[in-house]
């Protein structure tokens, strides 16, 4: 019996992948790192100085904690520019009617997601009502493939894991899913997120059989 459905954010809900890009591109810039889309691949579902750590490996550079904090603070501040101009209109298709379907079957709502600006990207896209809970990187210590974000969200959601779909563009959160027995549902490409019970390119007329059926 299902009865609550767990979303990740970025790659799920909204393409913000692009403005990591944009801010994690200026900062390797500024230091002589040549940095690809191919490479900012790597990044996805990462948290942020787990994603330095690759860009500083990409350029074989060695820096010091104190350093590494100036770094990724600079790269937030650029980021967090571009997703304050962020507008309902970047929500992926389908996405809203979907939740809405949820929520007026019962089936309760929830956000698992790496990123600080959580609340921030919510806030600008207008969504915070439609979750019950919602569980960002400040709340947990442990990174995806960890499964502790998706057990927190199960706890404040009062049920248990088997209850529990879970949404996700990356492997590491289908991993994570799968681990405390949540069913998953890929989003994105069948190839990459194979280990999902089911995988969907879109949420358009998407209706409550993908997680009667999986
Ligand atoms: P921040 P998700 C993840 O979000 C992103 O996929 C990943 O690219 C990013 O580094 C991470 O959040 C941390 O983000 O710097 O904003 O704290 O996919 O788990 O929703
Ligand atoms: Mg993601």
Request: net charge negative; with cysteine; hydrophobic share 45%.
């Amino acid at each position: 019996m299902i009865k609550a459905c767990i979303f990740d954010l970025d790659g799920v809900i909204v393409d913000t992948a692009k403005y990591h890009y944009l801010a994690w591109k200026k900062l390797a810039d500024e230091l002589g790192i040549n940095f690809t889309l191919e490479d900012n691949e790597r990044l996805k579902g990462v948290s942020r100085m787990q994603s330095l750590e690759i860009i500083l490996e990409l350029g074989n550079l060695k820096l010091d904690e104190k350093e590494k904090e100036v770094l990724a603070e600079k790269k937030n501040k650029w980021y967090v520019e571009y997703i304050s101009r962020m507008g309902k209109s970047e929500i992926f298709p389908g996405v809203e009617a979907f939740i809405d379907i949820l929520r007026e079957n019962n089936i309760k709502t929830a956000i698992a997601s790496a990123s600080k600006n959580t609340r921030i990207i919510l806030e600008r896209l207008d969504l915070e009502k439609k979750f019950d809970v919602i569980i960002d990187g400040t709340m947990i210590s442990k990174a995806k493939p960890d499964p502790e974000i998706f057990l927190k969200a199960a706890e404040y959601l009062k049920v248990q894991p088997n209850e529990c779909v879970v949404f996700e563009d990356a492997v590491a959160g289908v991993e994570a899913a799968k681990r405390v027995g949540m069913k998953v549902i890929g989003v994105g490409d069948p190839d990459i997120l194979k280990d999902a019970h089911t995988v969907i390119q879109s949420f358009e007329g998407l209706d409550l059989s993908i997680i009667y059926n999986l």
